[in-house]
C-alpha cells in the first residue's frame, strides 16, 4: 500500500513535470513563429498576437483552438458582434449587460507603447456573472472578454482619436442589425 501512494505521488509529480515542460515548449515555438501568447482559455484556446504594421506597436491579436482546427485565425468586429447577436437571441438581457461591461473596458484601455501588450482590465473571473450566455454560441465569453480587450488596445494605440469601436458596441441592441453588422464589417 506504502509503496502505491509512493508512485501515485511520483506519478503526479511526473505528470507535472511533464506539464510544465510542454508549456515551456510551447511558449518558445509560439516565439520562433512571431507570436506571443497572451492568454489560453479554459477550453484551451490559445489567444496571441503578432507584430502589426500599422504603427511601431502595433499588432494583430490571433487565435486557435487545438480541438478544432491547426490553424491561426484573426478574429474581426463582425465575428464577435455576430456572435453577440447569437447570444442575445438566447438572453437579450444579459447579453446588453455583457454589451454594456465591453464598453467599460473600451473607455478604461490605453494606448501601449511597448511589445507585446498586456491585458489591462480583465482578471480570470470577469465572466462570470455571463456564464449562461457559454451555452450558445461559438465562443465563450472569456474569449470574448480578452479577445475584445486586445482589440480595443490595438485600435486605441493605432487610432487614438477613433471611435468606431465604441459606437459600434453602443448600437448592438439599439440599431437595426443591417447598419450594426455593416458598421463591423467596414474595413477602412
Known amino acids: 500500500m506504502f509503496e502505491g501512494q509512493t508512485?501515485?505521488?511520483?506519478?503526479?509529480?511526473?505528470?507535472?513535470?511533464?506539464?510544465?515542460?510542454?508549456?515551456?515548449?510551447?511558449?518558445?515555438?509560439?516565439?520562433?513563429?512571431?507570436?506571443?501568447?497572451?492568454?489560453?482559455?479554459?477550453?484551451?484556446?490559445?489567444?496571441?498576437?503578432?507584430?502589426?504594421r500599422k504603427s511601431e506597436h502595433d499588432?494583430?491579436?490571433?487565435?486557435?483552438?487545438?480541438?478544432?482546427?491547426r490553424n491561426w485565425r484573426t478574429p474581426k468586429h463582425i465575428h464577435l458582434i455576430v456572435e453577440l447577436y447569437v447570444k442575445e437571441a438566447y438572453q437579450p438581457h444579459l447579453t446588453y449587460e455583457l454589451r454594456d461591461h465591453l464598453i467599460g473596458v473600451y473607455d478604461k484601455?490605453?494606448?501601449?507603447?511597448?511589445?507585446?501588450?498586456?491585458l489591462q482590465v480583465y482578471q480570470r473571473g470577469d465572466e462570470q456573472r455571463f456564464l449562461p450566455?457559454?451555452?450558445?454560441?461559438?465562443?465563450?465569453?472569456?474569449?470574448?472578454?480578452?479577445?475584445?480587450?486586445?482589440?480595443?488596445?490595438?485600435?486605441?494605440?493605432?487610432?487614438p482619436q477613433g471611435s468606431l469601436t465604441r459606437a459600434l458596441y453602443e448600437d448592438f441592441g439599439v440599431k437595426d442589425r443591417f447598419s450594426v453588422v455593416q458598421k463591423a464589417a467596414f474595413r477602412g
Request: glycine content about 6%; proline content about 4%.
Open 109 to 118: 484601455v490605453q494606448p501601449i507603447s511597448h511589445y507585446p501588450p498586456a
Open 133 to 159: 450566455l457559454d451555452a450558445v454560441g461559438e465562443y465563450s465569453v472569456e474569449f470574448l472578454l480578452v479577445v475584445s480587450e486586445l482589440i480595443f488596445i490595438q485600435e486605441k494605440t493605432n487610432y
Open 59 to 69: 499588432f494583430v491579436v490571433k487565435y486557435r483552438d487545438p480541438q478544432r482546427s
Open 7 to 52: 508512485l501515485t505521488r511520483c506519478g503526479h509529480r511526473q505528470l507535472r513535470f511533464l506539464s510544465v515542460i510542454r508549456s515551456f515548449l510551447r511558449r518558445w515555438f509560439l516565439l520562433l513563429t512571431g507570436k506571443q501568447l497572451i492568454w489560453t482559455t479554459e477550453r484551451g484556446v490559445e489567444i496571441v498576437v503578432e507584430r502589426g
